[in-house]
T-cell receptor
Framework: AQKITQTQPGMFVQEKEAVTLDCTYD???????LFWYKQPSSGEMIFLIY??????QNATEGRYSLNFQKARKSANLVISASQLGDSAMYFC????????????FGTGTRLLVSP | EPEVTQTPSHQVTQMGQEVILRCVPI?????FYWYRQILGQKVEFLVS????????KSEIFDDQFSVERPDGSNFTLKIRSTKLEDSAMYFC?????????????FGQGTRLTVV
């Protein structure tokens, strides 16, 4: 069975600083995808970044980068130059590419960016 | 930018009543999903739908739940006889495919409150 673990229920960061949100995963499959979603207080789920299990380079999308360490089964999200608007819940999720299309989510990390 | 649209944004219903949650996925997407998030908890997969049939469902998705694509644009989730524990945010999502970096786009959610 697939599992995502996010051990940080809450994180605080000052504006303009970088922050790392941790995510570890467990799967016996060789082919999988890892996603990060942002959920602001309004409730919608916003896709941020994707990393495939066979991707050799870490994914980057603007201020978001994914620190992918396959041997350690971790896929940490790094947000550089935090902004007040980054305050939200952040969910790590995994999809296993074996014909199942569901995402398995972690419990989330609430990030608070202070001025 | 195309988006997944859900209606209503908030629904209050009495225990035992039937509810239908509606979703309009992105028009060229082929895979559709429902997820739910009980307040303060993680997002949980309910069901995936492809080619007019359920491709996978979780143990949460029991006989009280059903999904339908009644026409070419809508995708609905029906709960036949609601229980208090069905109170949650329900997210519809759609994706173009299911492999690789194909991300699922989520709607803004319907908050269901069963009283």
């Amino acid at each position: 069975a697939q599992k995502i673990t996010q051990t940080q229920p809450g994180m605080f960061v000052q504006e303009k600083e970088a922050v790392t949100l941790d995510c570890t995963y467990d799967t016996s499959d060789q082919s999988y995808g890892l996603f990060w979603y942002k959920q602001p207080s309004s409730g919608e789920m916003i896709f941020l970044i994707y990393q495939g299990s066979y991707d050799e380079q870490n994914a980057t999308e603007g201020r978001y980068s994914l620190n992918f360490q396959k041997a350690r089964k971790s896929a940490n999200l790094v947000i550089s130059a935090s902004q007040l608007g980054d305050s939200a819940m952040y969910f790590c999720a995994m999809r296993v590419n074996t014909g199942f299309q569901k995402l398995v989510f972690g419990t989330g990390t609430r990030l608070l960016v202070s001025p | 930018e195309p988006e997944v649209t859900q209606t209503p944004s908030h629904q209050v219903t009495q225990m035992g009543q039937e509810v239908i949650l509606r979703c309009v996925p992105i028009s060229n997407h082929l895979y559709f999903y429902w997820y739910r998030q009980i307040l303060g908890q993680k997002v949980e997969f309910l069901v995936s739908f492809y080619n007019n049939e359920i491709s996978e469902k979780s143990e949460i998705f029991d006989d009280q739940f059903s999904v339908e694509r009644p026409d070419g644009s809508n995708f609905t989730l029906k709960i036949r006889s609601t229980k208090l524990e069905d109170s949650a945010m329900y997210f519809c999502a759609s994706s173009e495919g299911w492999q690789g970096n194909t991300e699922a786009f989520f709607g803004q959610g319907t908050r269901l409150t069963v009283v």
